[in-house]
């Protein structure tokens, strides 16, 4: 017999059952061309408070320009010869290596330098002298914060 009541409850079991649904995602721009790079631990590292390595490469992630790989954890400097078949093996396009060592007026000389595996390439360095707080800055306030009073 079919009444309001009985039509009412099967309408409302029929959307208790699963829905089947396709959800689909594009990436373009940025997030869809990016690219491989390896960051291993820097030389003398450990004998900061903070890994130099670790921001670096949470930086480059960060700007959606670059896909971190494992840098298989052995730390590794700018004056290292880098076995390029093998970096190209574990699907890295860009390397970079680098040390960290503590001056005599208290603050980190920072120094890297940058390959491209597929080349097989240096492609330069940079070495810097920064004081240990300025190893990674932090915003007291947003940028679209005013400080006006």
Not at 8 to 14: D, F, Q, R, V, Y
Request: aromatic fraction near 6%.
């Amino acid at each position: 017999m079919l009444t309001r009541r009985n039509i009412l409850a099967a309408g409302t079991a029929g959307g208790a059952l699963p829905a089947w649904a396709q959800f689909r995602v594009e990436i373009s721009g940025v997030g869809a061309t990016q690219m491989p790079i390896a960051i291993p631990r820097f030389r003398d590292e450990d004998k900061l408070s903070q890994q130099v390595s670790a921001i670096v490469r949470a930086d480059l992630e960060r700007s959606g320009f670059f896909r971190p790989v494992d840098g298989n954890g052995a730390a590794m400097d700018e004056t290292a010869r880098p076995a390029m078949t093998e970096w190209r093996g574990k699907g890295v396009d860009a390397l970079a290596a680098g040390s960290v060592q503590r001056t005599a007026d208290g603050r980190v000389d920072v120094r890297f330098k940058l390959w491209d595996v597929v080349k097989g390439s240096d492609l330069g360095g940079q070495a810097s002298a920064v004081d240990p707080a300025d190893l990674r800055r932090r915003r007291t306030a947003s940028p679209t914060t005013s400080t006006r009073n």
